[in-house]
């Protein structure tokens, strides 16, 4: 099938003849097209299409980065449903057909972790998918990081979609690549940003210089042959200034007022605000004057998933609507309105709201009005998030201009201010492989890598609990579905969160009261009572009235894991040790062929996976298995019973494993690593934490609940693979010379393997280990 049939056999339109060339040439660094002609469906369908034709190029993995969560539902149904209009035709040529996966926080579907192979379009916002690539995923667990890490940044193709509300999330994506190309990864990974109002210097960095890029994708001569093209870019949107302005002694009933005057009923009309506050005030407005939740909207980021899904829907009405929003309307929403109020706002913002406004140029009286914003002087919070600066440009700009129409727009002269933002640099991603937390159990911030913010986010969800504080044994508690979940500023959560919420510490196994201590990217369980929250109007902070609470959604039933818990070793049946090493083993061998990895890494791969559980022949783990209790004598990996708490707090049978392998193998740190490291529970960091059990003599070192010289018992590990009585060395444990930190950071730092490398491995045996548990109890 060419090109062109099969772009039409998913959208039922041809392409343009730029998405044409964007299928079928090399994949550009910068696609440059207007909003409104389809710059999704070319670069999603244009990835669709080399994994039909089996294309070099055609990274596993296509990952799709947004700067607003409002984006990633939608973006993520078209590209479900150009996949699925396609079904028909992979189905036929013997091929898989890509699956879409979102990440959202909360619990995260882990199939698409589980199955590398399988080709997948993961749809997420900069918070989401840079922390993850940053090593420090936000709103998920934590063990759980280094996967996510691997398979992003090895065979992927990175879109960032509308970058011009990315901040320093443009400056921290291009440094990653750079980063990708300097260290090295075990397969290649494309970055393609795309926007209409990209400023190029923003992808010029230390490691990412832009005169390495290639020439971006534009329009060319044959596109502007296109009826719709002309159409939609020589419309024509009348520019004028609102009657109602913003300002501190100005009532937003002024606002609302003329809202009401302008919207011409049986239409839609959108209000673009610049704060969540004012929006919600805006709304509650215009349901005061008798406007209804049938045919009016609010559209922010601080909704629950469901909450929001309900107002999304009024994107897809038809008739008299009016919608109210913040900047999450600005990128990437297919929407089109015949009336725009938006207040000041940086011209490349104003120029995507404008983009909302007759989209395709189906309105001849299409009209937008500009609500001036009257602050005081630069430290004015009205002007927030914006600077006085960037409101006095687009003001000027818009005082001389008529019409908003693309035609009109491209004449303006204006180039943005340079912003000096923080870099990251080689030395802070190195510095994030190391997943350890501090011995308080706190993280490296990186927020000030993700997303341009005085007041970085954090997750809140709510629930109900009797007592004063939460229990620990209420294990539901501690994992929250991303359903429930709801972004708030750190500024918002210091004033809302300081006396009522509480995060769980799991190097303490305790719920901690949050105080002022609020950490970006961190999830708070709040108490349904304290309110702050409703499903009209999203956060608020605001109490609610006297004996209502927050709704609380249904339960996890996500697992919670601790530092010395291992969920997936207690099944519904007993499983031997050899028994299970063979199954991982089997799953590591379909990995690695379907990976297309051979040769000596296959060999090394192979190895670890024999390995890798050899530890759990330790007396500790047998114990916690309740390994006395099983029908028969062995050595055993899995049980059918709920099994004891460890004997040893924070006890790792994978450090033991990795000990033991380490007698057979002592020159191989690389299989020593991947073994130590398949749970994401210790990687590079070997330090006994607080409140462990030491041994009695005290000098003896210890760590994760192993001590130096215990002894583990001869075991079969299948494959005709045994070790004899084993002593456990652990002086290695040391800093110094040859200890594991030191070889840890030989590899890290070595040319032929460093950080991308050394994930893309571990996350292999990862998932070869939990393919094979997931099928010994029956989930697959």
């Known amino acids: 099938m060419n090109y062109s049939a099969f772009f039409e056999a998913a959208t039922r339109f041809p392409p343009y003849p730029y998405q044409e060339k964007l299928a079928e040439g090399p994949w550009p660094d910068r696609l440059k097209i207007p909003t409104g002609l389809g710059k999704t469906g070319a670069v999603a369908l244009a990835w669709a299409y080399r994994h039909l034709e089996g294309s070099p190029d055609a990274h596993t993995r296509l990952v ?57 379009v993961i749809v997420g916002t900069q918070d989401m998918l840079l922390s993850r690539a940053l090593m420090r995923g936000y709103g998920m667990k934590r063990y759980a990081w280094p996967m996510h890490y691997a398979w992003l940044h090895n065979d992927a193709l990175w879109v960032f979609d509308e970058t011009q509300l990315m901040g320093v999330g443009v400056e921290t994506s291009a440094q990653l690549a750079g980063l990708r190309k300097k260290l090295g990864s075990f397969r290649p990974t494309h970055s393609l940003w795309m926007s209409a109002t990209l400023g190029d210097q923003q992808l010029d960095t230390v490691d990412h210089p832009l005169e390495k890029l290639g020439p971006p994708l534009s329009l060319g001569e044959k596109d502007f042959q296109h009826d719709a093209v002309v159409k939609r870019t020589r419309s024509k949107k009348s520019a004028t200034k609102a009657e109602a302005t913003v300002a501190k002694d100005v009532d937003i009933s002024e606002l609302v007022s003329n809202v009401l005057k302008e919207h011409q009923e049986g239409s839609l009309s959108l209000v673009i605000l610049n704060r969540v506050s004012r929006a919600q005030e805006v709304f509650e407005g215009l349901l005061n004057a008798g406007r209804t939740l049938e045919n009016t909207a609010l559209l ?40 725009m109020f938006t207040e000041l706002a940086p011209w490349s913002s104003l120029v995507q709201r404008f983009g909302r406004c007759s989209r395709g140029g189906e309105f001849h009286d299409a009209r937008v009005f500009w609500v001036n ?69 706190d993280d490296l911030d990186v927020s000030r890598y993700v997303r341009d913010s005085s007041s970085p986010d954090v997750f809140v969800y709510w629930r109900s609990w009797e007592g004063e504080k939460p229990s ?50 961190k999830t708070y369980l709040v108490p349904a009572s304290a309110g702050g929250y409703t499903p009209e109007l999203g956060f608020t902070g605001k109490k609610l009235k006297k004996g209502e609470e927050v709704e609380v959604f249904k339960t996890s039933e996500v697992e919670p894991e601790s530092m010395d818990s291992d969920p997936r070793s207690f099944k519904k049946s007993w ?28 060999e090394l791969m192979l190895r670890a996976a024999r390995w890798h559980d050899a530890g759990k022949a330790h007396e500790v783990f047998q114990h916690v298995l309740a390994a006395d209790k099983a029908p028969n004598p062995g050595t055993w990996a899995k049980s059918a019973l709920e099994g004891n708490k460890p004997t040893r707090k924070f006890f790792r049978h994978e450090l033991a494993s990795m000990l033991i392998y380490k007698q057979y193998f002592p020159e191989d740190d690389l299989g020593a690593f991947i073994i130590l490291a398949h749970h994401g529970k210790v990687r590079l960091s070997l330090r006994a934490l607080p409140d462990e059990n030491r041994p009695g003599a005290a000098d003896t070192v210890f760590a994760r609940g192993v001590w130096h010289g215990d002894v583990v018992r001869a075991a079969e590990l299948g494959g005709g693979t045994r070790f004899d009585d084993t002593d456990l060395d652990l002086s290695f444990v040391r800093l ?45």
């Not at 993520?76 to 013997?94: K, Q």
């Not at 629950?304 to 609507?321: I, T, V, Y």
């Not at 991603?429 to 937390?437: G, I, N, P, V």
């Not at 040319?751 to 989930?779: T, V």
């Open 373 to 441: 914003i009257e602050p005081k002087d630069e430290k004015d919070d009205l002007c927030l998030p914006y600077t006085l600066k960037e409101l006095d440009e687009s003001r000027a700009i818009l005082s001389s201009l008529g019409d908003v129409g693309p035609e009109s727009l491209s004449s303006v002269n204006w180039q943005p201010t340079p912003v000096v933002r923080p870099v990251l640099r080689r030395r802070d991603l190195l510095e994030l492989f190391d997943t350890s937390a501090d011995l308080s159990g």
């Open 472 to 521: 620990e044994k209420d294990k539901e508690l501690q994992s929250p579905h991303e359903e429930e979940l709801c972004r708030i500023s750190i500024s918002q959560a210091v004033k809302f969160l300081k006396d009522t919420a509480y995060s769980f510490n799991h190097l303490t196994e305790r719920w901690e009261l949050c105080g002022k201590s609020v950490v970006p990217g």
């Open 64 to 120: 799709w980065c947004l700067p607003m969560k409002v984006l990633v539902e939608q973006t993520a149904d078209v590209i479900e449903g150009w996949l699925a209009s396609l079904e028909p035709t992979f189905s036929s040529a013997g091929k898989t057909l890509p699956r879409v996966q979102r990440l959202l926080g909360g619990h995260v579907d882990a199939d698409w972790t589980n199955t590398p192979e399988v080709p997948t």
């Open 575 to 602: 499983i031997s040790l050899a028994d299970h090493t063979e199954h991982v083993v089997t799953e590591c061998k379909a990995l690695l062929v379907s990976l297309g990895i051979d040769g000596q890494t296959s």
């Open 300 to 339: 922010h980021s601080r909704f629950r998933r469901g909450d929001r899904a309900k107002h999304m829907e009024m994107l897809k009405a038809e008739g008299d609507r009016i919608i109210v929003s913040t900047q999450v309307i600005e990128a990437g929403v297919d929407i089109s309105s015949k009336t």
């Open 736 to 780: 110094g010379p040859n200890s594991w930190a030191e070889r840890m950071l030989r590899l890290r730092d070595s040319p032929d393997m460093g950080p991308f490398r050394m994930g893309y491995l571990e996350a292999i045996l990862r998932s070869a280990d939990q393919r094979a548990s997931a099928k010994e109890a029956g989930n697959v």
